[in-house]
Nanobody, 127 residues
Framework: QVQLAESGGGLVQAGGSLRLSCAASGRAFSSYNYAMGWFRQAPGKEREFVTAINWSDSTTTYSNSVKGRFTISRDHAKSTVYLQMNSLKPEDTAVYYC??????????????????WGQGTQVTVSS
């Protein structure tokens, strides 16, 4: 089993920045390669892909809506994935979820393939 815990959400003004963290734990995490993804869900909307990174080779992919503003990274020593969000817009307001897809090479946006999910952290961007 793998446990994911997000943190770092909060309230920020438009144009501001936040950094989200996703700490992974569990014996299984160190035994496999993972694609680690960030997704978000705004009220009344479907969950959408934000970005993903491969734990081993650092391959990344971004949605068009965040490309150039958000950056995903990972820290092996801390078993943590980060999402640096800059130039935030009100439409970025959502609950942000971290997810892990075991035994995956590369990074991808297919939420149905991610087996493990965190509980989410709220990001609110005021105009």
């Amino acid at each position: 089993q793998v446990q994911l815990a997000e943190s770092g959400g909060g309230l920020v003004q438009a144009g501001g920045s936040l950094r989200l963290s996703c700490a992974a734990s569990g014996r299984a995490f160190s035994s496999y390669n993972y694609a680690m993804g960030w997704f978000r869900q705004a009220p009344g909307k479907e969950r959408e892909f934000v970005t993903a990174i491969n734990w081993s080779d650092s391959t990344t992919t971004y949605s068009n809506s965040v490309k150039g503003r958000f950056t995903i990274s990972r820290d092996h020593a801390k078993s943590t994935v980060y999402l640096q969000m800059n130039s935030l817009k009100p439409e970025d307001t959502a609950v942000y979820y971290c997810a892990a897809d075991r035994d995956r090479y590369g990074a991808h946006s297919d939420s149905s393939e991610y087996e493990y999910w965190g509980q989410g952290t709220q990001v609110t961007v005021s105009s």
